[in-house]
Every structure is written in C-alpha cells, then in structure tokens.
C-alpha cells in the first residue's frame, strides 16, 4: 500500500500498519521511499522476520506464552533508514505494526529531496 509521508523536524516519519503476517519464518515485507517526482531514495529490499538483523526491544510473558516486540533497521543511501516494528505473539504469527523512516544528514550533504 502506498502512503505520503512528512517528515518530522527531527527527519523522521511513521507510517502506522497493523498488518497480521502469517507465519514468523516465511513472510517478506518491503518498505520503499520516493521523492514526490518518483525518484527512488529508499529501497528496504525482502524483509523476513528469519533474518538475523531483527534485535527484541521487550518480552512480556502472560498466560499463554511470550509477547515480544521486534525492530529491524534497514540503511539505504544518502542517509536514509527504514525501521521495521513487528509485535510477536505466542502463537507464531505477527503483526507489523509500524515502518518508520529516518533521514540523517551529513555535513557534505546540501540538500535531501522531500518524500
């Protein structure tokens, strides 16, 4: 699905998702940011919740098992990061809940295209 974004002052945006994905191990997500002209600043690639690059920012166990909360940072070029928030549940399934993007601006860089 697509959606326009704003960056904050901070260069940062959230894009809010809540999407159920199946099983934990086979699912791809792809995050990709454009310039309001189509130029391609930001391309995540294949996500899967198998790669090794997800880090668990919290685990709360309950009644029926564990609850964890997943982040996934994605670098591209030009400054320009994708963060992947998944919610884990007990029963092997997942919900992507936010992609957030950040731009980080170098010193040598004059001025960033506006998504």
């Given at each position: 699905?697509?959606?326009?974004?704003?960056?904050?002052?901070?260069?940062?945006?959230?894009?809010?998702?809540?999407?159920?994905?199946?099983?934990?191990?086979?699912?791809?997500m792809r995050a990709q940011l454009r310039s309001e002209n189509?130029?391609?600043?930001?391309?995540?690639?294949?996500?899967?919740?198998?790669?090794?690059?997800?880090?668990?920012?919290?685990?709360?166990?309950?009644?029926?098992?564990?609850?964890?909360?997943?982040?996934?940072?994605?670098?591209?070029?030009?400054?320009?990061?994708?963060?992947?928030?998944?919610?884990?549940?007990?029963?092997?399934?997942?919900?992507?809940r936010f992609v957030r993007i950040v731009h980080i601006k170098?010193?040598?860089?004059?001025?960033?295209?506006?998504?």
């Amino acid at each position: 699905s697509e959606a326009e974004v704003q960056l904050s002052s901070a260069n940062e945006a959230s894009f809010r998702c809540m999407l159920e994905v199946g099983s934990l191990k086979s699912p791809h997500m792809r995050a990709q940011l454009r310039s309001e002209n189509g130029q391609l600043l930001c391309d995540s690639g294949l996500v899967s919740l198998a790669d090794d690059d997800w880090i668990c920012l919290s685990t709360i166990t309950a009644e029926t098992g564990f609850f964890r909360s997943l982040s996934c940072m994605i670098d591209c070029d030009q400054g320009w990061s994708f963060c992947f928030d998944v919610k884990e549940r007990p029963d092997s399934t997942a919900i992507l809940r936010f992609v957030r993007i950040v731009h980080i601006k170098s010193s040598q860089e004059e001025e960033v295209p506006t998504p």
